[in-house]
C-alpha cells in the first residue's frame, strides 16, 4: 500500500521558515517524479515544486522560486520542501505527491495542470503564515 505521510506545517510569522518532510513507503518513487503543491482555502490546488527521484534539476512556480527548495533522501525515502521568507498568500494545505510521471528534462511545469498528472498522495500538512 503506497503511502506519503507529510509533516512539518505549522503557524510562523511573515519572514519565517519551515521545512517540511514527506515519508513515502510501499513504493519504489526511484525513476519518477516527486512534487510538492499546495491547496488554499477556495482555490484549486496548485504545484509548488518538483523534481526528478533519479536525478536533475528540480523545478519551482514562479510564485515560490528563491524562496522555497525542494530536496530528497532517498536511503530515507523522504522528500522535503525547505520555505523560507513565508508570507501571508503562502497560507495553504501542503501535498506532496508522485506517481508514474517522468518529469526529466523533456518535462514541462504547469502549476495549474500538474496536479492530475500525479498519482499518489498524502494528507497534507497545514502552512499558516501572519502578517
Known amino acids: 500500500q503506497v503511502q506519503l505521510v507529510e509533516s512539518g506545517g505549522g503557524s510562523v510569522q511573515a519572514g519565517g521558515s519551515l521545512r517540511l518532510s514527506c515519508k513515502v513507503s510501499?513504493?519504489?518513487?526511484?525513476?519518477?517524479?516527486m512534487g510538492w503543491f499546495r491547496q488554499a482555502p477556495g482555490k484549486e490546488r496548485e504545484g509548488v515544486a518538483v523534481i526528478y527521484a533519479a536525478g536533475g534539476r528540480p523545478y519551482y512556480a514562479d510564485s515560490v522560486k528563491g524562496r522555497f527548495t525542494i530536496s530528497q533522501d532517498n536511503a530515507k525515502s523522504t522528500l522535503y520542501l525547505q520555505l523560507d521568507s513565508l508570507n501571508p498568500d503562502d497560507t495553504a494545505m501542503y501535498y506532496c505527491a508522485t506517481g508514474t510521471i517522468y518529469c526529466s528534462r523533456a518535462y514541462v511545469f504547469d502549476p495549474v495542470t500538474s496536479p492530475a498528472e500525479f498519482d499518489y498522495w498524502g494528507q497534507g500538512t497545514q502552512v499558516t503564515v501572519s502578517s
Open positions: 510501499g513504493y519504489s518513487y526511484n525513476n519518477y517524479c
